[in-house]
């Protein structure tokens, strides 16, 4: 098992709430996570016909098998069991019995939100972090390779082929979850949609000409983005509303939440294709994003990221809010870096004055180092960057 940021995390919420939530997408391993905090507890999947039966039919009687707690894994396919979850409890008054895993925030989160308000601490656990593949050394070996394969874990753990991992990904688990949410029966449009989506990746989000170019309607686009959000599959990143006097872009941006995906949907098989593909600079972008993401969700915070542009078209790609602080990051994903690539954050600079935080510029390269008073960061340590 690969280590992962995230158990320290989780070790010490224990200490603090009954309930530990572990949330995210599809196979970015929740339940190897939470099996390895609680080895000594037992362990059920609600996925289980049987279980789910015993769960839903008789829910004290199957909270009792658990005396002394337990991983209970995807409970969102059985949410009535939530309130007798918060009496038990009330009643026992431990800390850390038991750790919740679910993959859908609506139902998932909704119930919770009802239920086990003030019971329960989140985590949100995406794939793997470059620095955990790094610890156990399987990170790939070049950028180009690292977008190809993405993080997912089965990928690593079963040293699959991406493409064949993305393919039965997509059909087993997003065709699945969507028709769950939304019961939609026209999956080739979905697909064509998700598709489109992916061509979008590190762009701003215009609901309408997506609506448009996937023959729906905009209302069905936003339900859509929604389910693609609700299942970890991409993230919307808002604009800054901090102004310096000018007029900014209202739309957000759209970002997979892990490069491998996107560029498979892109149609993208070799490193060799991805160096020449036209998206190349989005997907690096998508794979920053995340990894800064990552990042904050590990240590139990929420993305506290956005970006800034005005009407004028300048822009800095990243600005993270850092108490009463504006951090401001560029990313570029040339491997070399010309006195140019500085541009725009030093313009930003000018405008923010006091409100900006240290500046960062993330690259594909391989070195990190200063350059003037902007820290300057390789690819393989942009998750460090907001410890």
């Known amino acids: 098992m690969i280590n992962r940021i995230a158990e320290k995390t989780i070790k010490n919420l224990m200490r603090g709430f009954p309930i530990v939530t572990l949330t995210g997408p599809r196979q970015s391993g929740k339940t ?97 972090a470059v620095q955990e593949l790094n610890g156990a050394d399987q990170l790939p070996v070049d950028i180009d390779s690292m977008m190809l394969t993405g993080c997912y874990p089965p990928i690593y753990d079963r040293h699959l082929d991406p493409a064949s991992w993305y393919s039965a990904y997509v059909t087993a688990y997003v065709e699945r979850d969507v028709r769950q949410m939304l019961k939609i029966h026209e999956l080739e449009t979905f697909q064509r949609f998700v598709r489109l989506c992916a061509g979008r990746t590190g762009q701003l989000l215009n609901l309408s000409s997506l609506a448009t170019e996937c023959g729906v309607t905009h209302n069905t686009a936003k339900a859509w983005i929604s389910v693609l959000e609700a299942s970890y599959l991409v993230f919307l990143l808002r604009p800054h509303a901090v102004n310096f006097n000018k007029r900014l872009v209202k739309m957000p941006k759209l970002y997979f939440l892990d490069v491998g995906l996107a560029a498979w949907l892109l149609g993208i098989r070799t490193t060799e294709h991805i160096v020449t593909h036209p998206l190349r600079g989005n997907l690096f972008e998508t794979f920053v994003i995340s990894e800064l993401i990552k990042s904050q969700l590990n240590r139990g915070g929420k993305p506290s990221l956005f970006f800034w542009r005005d009407s004028n078209g300048n822009e800095v790609d990243l600005i993270v809010e850092v108490g009463p602080k504006l951090m401001p990051v560029e990313i570029k994903s040339g491997r070399t870096l010309t006195h140019e690539a500085f541009a725009g954050i030093e313009k930003w600079l000018a405008l923010a004055e006091k409100q900006a935080a240290a500046p960062a510029l993330i690259y594909a390269g391989d070195d990190s180092y200063k350059h003037k008073d902007i820290q300057v960061v390789c690819w393989k340590d942009c998750g460090r960057l907001l410890k």
């Open 32 to 128: 190897t996570l939470a099996r390895a905090v609680f080895k000594n507890k037992p362990y059920a999947s609600l996925e289980e016909p049987d279980l789910r039966l015993a769960a839903s039919g008789d829910p004290r009687s199957f909270l009792a098998r658990f005396p002394d707690g337990a991983v209970l894994d995807e409970v969102q396919r059985c949410p009535d069991i939530l309130s007798y979850l918060q009496t038990l409890v009330d009643k026992d008054g431990r800390m850390g019995l038991y750790i919740l895993t679910g993959s859908q925030q609506f139902g998932l989160m909704s119930g919770i939100t009802q239920s086990l308000a003030g019971r329960t601490a989140f985590v949100e656990l995406l794939p793997f």
